[in-house]
């Protein structure tokens, strides 16, 4: 009498993360702007929508490379920052060349912006990432300077046992000429 199912083996599971939908909702953003920028430039609807489901594929297509890039562990920061600004710049001279402006404009808006993109996505990356180099330094074990008798440096691990500097008992304050204390 034992009539259940017998459950599949394997079971397909999307999974939908921030790194495959970034470059795919970016993508579709530029197709969209340059579709729009097309279209309103005298363009018909169905050469405006190609050009910018063209023009998504390619930048969906950047995004991923430049995610997957990312991503990979000994890809330096200043690399990474390029990257973006090369992107954007792309990005915004091509589509302020859709708009009619000429391939010297497009290409000198395209660079300005880019430069700005990297020097931002540079900062970004040097302020909210751990530096690896201060990770090295950190976990190595410096001995300490000594200037007049006290220790300056690295704080030392404290030997097992040891009470943290809030849980130590205080020293009692010494005496008063006349037995007064503080």
Known sequence: MNAHAAAPAHRFRFHLSTAGMAPVTIGLAFGAWIGWLEH???ASMGEAEVHGLVAAAVMTGLCHLVGALQRRPKTI?????V???V?????VGYGYGSMGATTLAASLKGLIFG??????????FHTHEPSRRTDAVASASVP?????GTPVGPAQPAAKGALEPSKRARPE???RPGGARP
């Open 40 to 42: 309103k430039h005298g």
């Open 144 to 148: 300490p300077i000594v200037l007049m």
């Open 173 to 175: 304050p010494p005496e």
């Open 115 to 124: 430069t700005i993109m990297g020097g931002v996505a540079f900062y970004l």
């Open 87 to 91: 992107v954007f710049g792309a990005g």
């Open 83 to 85: 990257l973006y600004g």
């Open 77 to 81: 920061t200043e690399l990474k920052a």
